[in-house]
């Protein structure tokens, strides 16, 4: 199956400062990919749509000047977590498909997500 | 987006076949059967989808009913590395790419 990477594996920060995490589809290019967000003992919950080439789609409720996404390439989206606190600590994950077309049903693979703790 | 239903929770002995359980009786007939497991604090890994034939691969096997409105994944000889949740989404071309989780099956296979 397709390869999806994540970077990093898990990240500490302090209250207030910023982290970045990347989303790479390693031997395919993906048009679009997404984010989910993971609390411990709850199932994944999407946050956001990143669109290659242009702006984000966000999931109702999810702030989008907290949690900024850029997806400036084919094969990189990249997910900043801004001026984080204590309660955006969580298990972020991304995914992707091979062959995203509007309105596809095509696979989507998973990264091995990125586990961020915001002291 | 059509809704699904598991067991919260499932036992099934190392060796045995574990059978899964998936109800989505409002899916629509251009919408897919997929499958996912996460096995703990690692991303989601896909196992198997469908349309509404069988399907079969190296890691399971995928049975849809006549009607659609239920399926079962099996996992023919379980070791202690198949624990984990079980996820059935319904996904189709009105999803837009998205995939929106429920709280899945939680698998313990017991030695």
């Known amino acids: 199956g397709a390869v999806v990477s994540q970077h990093p594996s898990w990240v500490i920060c302090k209250s207030g400062t910023s982290v970045k995490i990347e989303c790479r589809s390693l031997?395919?290019?993906?048009?679009?990919m997404f984010w989910y967000r993971q609390f411990p003992k709850q199932s994944l919950m999407l946050m956001a749509t990143?669109?290659?080439?242009?702006?984000?789609?966000?999931e109702q409720g999810v702030e989008k000047d907290k949690f900024l996404i850029n997806h400036a390439s084919l094969t990189l989206s990249t997910l900043t977590v801004t001026s984080a606190h204590p309660e955006d600590s969580s298990f972020y994950i991304c995914?992707?498909?091979?062959?995203?077309?509007?309105?596809?049903?095509?696979?989507?693979?998973f990264g091995p997500g990125t586990r961020l703790t915001v002291l | 987006d059509a809704k699904t239903t598991q067991p919260t929770s499932m036992d099934c002995a190392e060796g045995r076949a574990a059978n899964l359980p998936c109800n989505h009786s409002t899916i629509s007939g251009n919408e897919y059967v997929y499958w996912y497991r996460q096995i703990h604090s690692q991303g989601p890994q896909y196992i198997i989808h469908g349309l509404k034939n069988n399907e079969t691969n190296e890691m399971a096997s995928l049975i849809i009913t006549e009607d659609r409105k239920s399926s079962t994944l099996i996992l023919p000889h379980a070791t202690l590395r198949d624990t984990a949740v079980y996820y059935c989404?319904?996904?189709?071309?009105?999803?837009?790419?998205?995939?929106?989780f429920g709280q899945g099956t939680t698998l313990q296979v017991k030695p």
């Open positions: 990143s669109n290659e080439g242009s702006k984000a789609t966000y």
């Open positions: 995914s992707a498909s091979p062959n995203t077309r509007p309105g596809s049903t095509d696979t989507q693979y």
């Open positions: 031997d395919f290019q993906a048009t679009t």
């Open positions: 989404i319904v996904y189709g071309s009105g999803n837009t790419g998205k995939l929106i």
